[in-house]
């Protein structure tokens, strides 16, 4: 015993650090390091060149909607009219694509046969690789005037409901209109993060609903959508990030104007992307400043709900 | 209510794989009938066909024929859910839904029989399906607690109570008490024997004692080799299969002699 004592302590080496492991460690911390100072870079970028036009604000940052900044004397702007229309147009967008997204998922894992599963789930994430610019030039050359005469009835049937009140914009290049194509950008992500958690539900749960005599979609009722369902918000939330920032489809489609309209058949809103897409080649004096002070907003507005994306997710992991 | 089980020339497949070969026998209402037999015979196999929950494997498939009193189950016109309503089952592993409490586990199928039920009658119905599992004294207190929060027996009782809370005519049980403790044991076997006087019941069980005590009769099914399909061996009353089994291997497995 005292002899192998000895070798045994000889055997086992003592704890060194491996070249690979040390290099490794360094180059993830170092990249982990540098996304926090970029993100940080930004942030305080955005909050450093927006002071000036704060500063000389004569009217209410976030309660005016008027937009007067182009001046070296008095600017006068506010971002009321801007937050409310980005909202607006990323609300439609969700309440439209949600649906759609949770039925093409269930579609996709429970009903369509396998081939066909698979294609159709490569089409969707074929919808992720289109750029805005095409979606805006899609929309507003082709989809607005489709859309036109089913406007016409949507007043003609629900006028009734003032989100639906006329008179309807003769162009079509409407808040609806705008919503609907952000809804089809988003589409895919809330599909596929739908797809994957409807596809994580243990085949022992949907056996419990069916053995208890269940039928598919009682089933999916029963075992799928509740588990799943932290999930599909996790997704709806991303997805909500994407089309809050979204500038080019906004921007091509929508005929503008800064005003608190939840009339979403008549022309008018607007949304802080597309504002500042179109108003920078313009912007003088003050101009650029309160633009930037805008996109801090939106910095700020995406941030919230991408943070509040990745609580849900999270969440949902301790549950399984 | 209890229904009479006649199956003949029953296969099973899974794709090419022949698991289960030429079963044939009669399951009695009003009884328990065991199922005893190696790990891997296809015990669990055959009981799935039963309630046509074998569909829901995919590339398994059967030939044959299953009776439920006069009702063909296999036949194109039965609808396989109506099938699972009158045939209920309890899984080897407990299986409640996570994301429901113990109280909306416990009415589940209940509630998919009939959508509206007074509050009165589902408090009964809970009620009596967790005192009859034996857990009601354990959950009476959280019951609107997630049913995955409790211990694996716990959970096995809960999936009990939530097959008998429909009412089935038939009830199959995968190795009902392989996760529980003996007291509780005692209290399925209980449930069982009175369950039986209304009902049919089908067990799969490891544990020859427990057959011996709870069935009236008992198959017994073997597999030669691995590869090669399980089959019946025997059938015929617990009495008569623990003392003098026609077959050798019958007597080999309850003996405890394999080879
Ligand atoms: N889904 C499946 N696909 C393919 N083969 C399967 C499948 N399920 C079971 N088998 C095979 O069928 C045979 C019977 O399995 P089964 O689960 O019915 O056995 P069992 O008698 O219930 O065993 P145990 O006592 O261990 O539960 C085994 O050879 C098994 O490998
Ligand atoms: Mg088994």
């Known amino acids: 015993m005292t002899t192998t004592d000895s070798s045994a302590t000889a055997r086992i080496p003592k704890g060194k650090r491996r070249l690979g492991d040390v290099v490794f460690a360094g180059s993830a911390r170092g990249a982990g390091i540098l996304i926090l100072l970029i993100l940080a870079g930004v942030a305080t970028f955005l909050l450093i060149q927006s002071v000036p036009s704060l500063m000389a604000n004569t009217g209410n940052f976030l309660t005016s909607t008027e937009w007067d900044p182009n001046t070296n004397e008095e600017p006068r702007f506010g971002v009321a009219a801007l937050i409310f229309g980005t909202v607006l147009a990323a609300l439609i967008a969700l309440v439209l694509a949600t649906p759609v997204a949770i039925g093409i998922a269930l579609f996709i894992v429970y009903y369509a046969p396998r081939r066909l599963a698979a294609i159709l789930g490569y089409v969707v994430d074929l919808l992720a690789a289109i750029p805005s610019v095409v979606y805006g030039l899609w929309g507003v050359v082709y989809l607005v005037g489709e859309l036109r005469p089913f406007y016409g009835m949507l007043e003609t049937y629900l006028g009734w409901i003032p989100l639906f009140a006329g008179p309807v914009s003769s162009t079509g290049r409407t808040m609806l209109s705008a919503g609907l194509v952000l809804a089809v950008m988003i589409l895919p992500i809330i599909t596929a993060m739908s797809r994957d958690v409807f596809q994580q539900v243990p085949q022992a749960n949907r056996e419990a609903a069916l053995a208890l005599g269940a039928t598919r979609w009682e089933m999916i009722r029963m075992a799928v959508l509740p588990f799943g369902r932290p999930g599909v918000i996790g997704g709806a939330m991303l997805g909500m990030g994407r089309a809050l920032g979204e500038t080019m489809a906004v921007a091509m489609i929508l005929s503008p104007s800064l005003v608190i309209s939840p009339f979403l058949l008549q022309s008018g809103n607007q949304t802080i992307a597309a504002h500042i897409a179109l108003e920078y080649p313009e912007a003088s004096g003050f101009g650029v400043s309160a633009l930037i002070a805008a996109g801090l907003v939106l910095f700020a507005i995406t941030l919230a709900v991408n943070m509040g994306a990745r609580f849900v997710v999270s969440r949902r992991k301790e549950f399984v | ?259």
């Open chain 2, 1 to 259: 209510m209890a229904k009479r089980i006649d199956v003949s020339d029953l296969n099973v497949y899974y794709g090419k794989f022949h698991a289960v070969e030429n079963v044939n026998m009669t399951i009695e209402p009003r009884s328990v009938t065991a199922f005893i037999g190696s790990s891997g015979c296809g015990k669990t196999t055959f009981l799935r066909t039963l309630n046509r929950m074998h569909e829901v494997t995919p590339g398994a498939s059967v030939t044959g024929k299953v009776m439920l009193d006069d009702i063909d189950i296999y036949d194109p016109s039965v609808d396989p859910v109506a099938v699972r309503r009158e045939i209920g089952m309890v899984f080897q592993r407990a299986n409640p839904f996570p994301t429901m409490s113990i109280y909306d586990n416990v009415l589940a199928g209940a509630k998919l029989n009939n959508q509206r039920i007074s509050k009165r009658r589902a408090d009964e119905i809970v009620e009596r399906s967790l005192r009859d599992a034996n857990l009601w004294d354990e959950v009476k207190n959280r019951l609107n607690k997630p049913g995955a929060g409790l211990s694996g027996g716990q959970q096995q009782r809960l999936c009990i109570a939530r097959a008998t809370a429909v009412e089935p005519a038939v009830l199959l049980m995968d190795e009902p008490c392989s996760a529980l403790d003996p007291i509780s044991t005692l209290a399925i076997e209980d449930l069982i024997s009175k369950l039986k006087e209304n009902y049919t019941i089908v067990i799969v069980t490891h544990n020859m004692q427990q057959a011996a005590r709870v069935s009236d009769r008992t198959a017994f099914f073997n597999v030669e080799d691995t590869g090669k399909p399980g089959k019946l061996i025997e059938i015929g009353d617990t009495n008569k299969i623990f003392t003098k089994p026609d077959k050798k291997e019958t007597e080999n497995y309850i003996t405890g002699r394999f080879g």
